[in-house]
């Protein structure tokens, strides 16, 4: 079958504010990288598409790009192809002089990739593939705080493991959406354990991300993932 001429977004519900909008993207690895729902990529975009290694990485990125184009283009009525994206030094893309205020971020692991959009605020989104042959008390001391560690220490290896990656996907997304840097921060949060509503909990916080909420959201079956926001920018 022909490639479509656009990647699909699915959009998807979760338990922010109502003007962010969540979508997923589901890769089709089969696609080449001229496929026409690529076409409204940069040339810069085209060109490191092209220096991936792997088709699949590739893949991921170009979809990823042309995704956001799609959903940027539907907030700002301005061409996909037109938008001018760049990053800031952490790594974060943004928009070039937008003519209306729109946060984003983007996300992917394995076959999916979401995009978390608000003209309101500030918002960060992770998933991550849940790795059952993962140890995470190999990086527990770099990556949790005291409490989360004792917290999975009481849990058997399988329960551990899935608060893990609950607990990766809520620092990495409340993190984008602060806009610093992930490693400085990420044994000063707490974010276990998981509460039954899905919101992300605030024992303990940095000052940098103290004014920001989370939650996780629905994913894919061996996927975890977690959407994070500011207050309303006004």
């Not at 089969?30 to 940069?42: H, N, V």
Request: net charge negative; proline share 7%.
């Amino acid at each position: 079958m022909f490639p479509m001429n656009s990647i699909d977004r699915l959009l998807l519900p979760h338990s922010g504010p109502p003007d962010i909008a969540l979508w997923r993207v589901d890769f089709a690895f089969d696609w080449p990288l001229d496929a026409p729902a690529f076409g409204t990529l940069s040339v810069d975009e085209r060109e490191r598409g092209r220096r991936f290694h792997r088709h699949h990485d590739a893949i991921r990125f170009a979809s990823m790009r042309a995704a956001l184009r799609s959903a940027l283009s539907d907030a700002t009525e301005i061409a996909a192809q037109d938008l001018r994206l760049t990053t800031d030094e952490a790594g974060r893309p943004y928009m070039v002089e937008p003519p209306a205020p729109v946060d984003f971020n983007v996300s992917h692991a394995g076959a999916y990739g979401l995009i978390a959009l608000s003209t309101r605020r500030r918002v960060g989104v992770d998933i991550e593939a849940r790795a059952s042959d993962f140890d995470w008390r190999s990086i527990a001391r770099s990556t949790l705080s005291a409490a989360e560690i004792e917290s999975l220490e009481g849990l058997d290896a399988a329960q551990s493991q899935h608060a893990f990656f609950d607990a990766w996907v809520a620092k990495e997304a409340l993190l984008k959406a602060a806009g610093v840097g992930i490693s400085e921060y990420l044994t000063q949060l707490t974010v276990l354990p998981r509460d039954v509503h899905g919101f992300v909990p605030r024992p303990q916080r940095p000052a940098a991300i103290d004014n920001l909420d989370a939650a996780w959201t629905h994913a894919p079956q061996g996927y975890a993932a977690c959407i994070a926001w500011s207050p309303d920018l006004g």
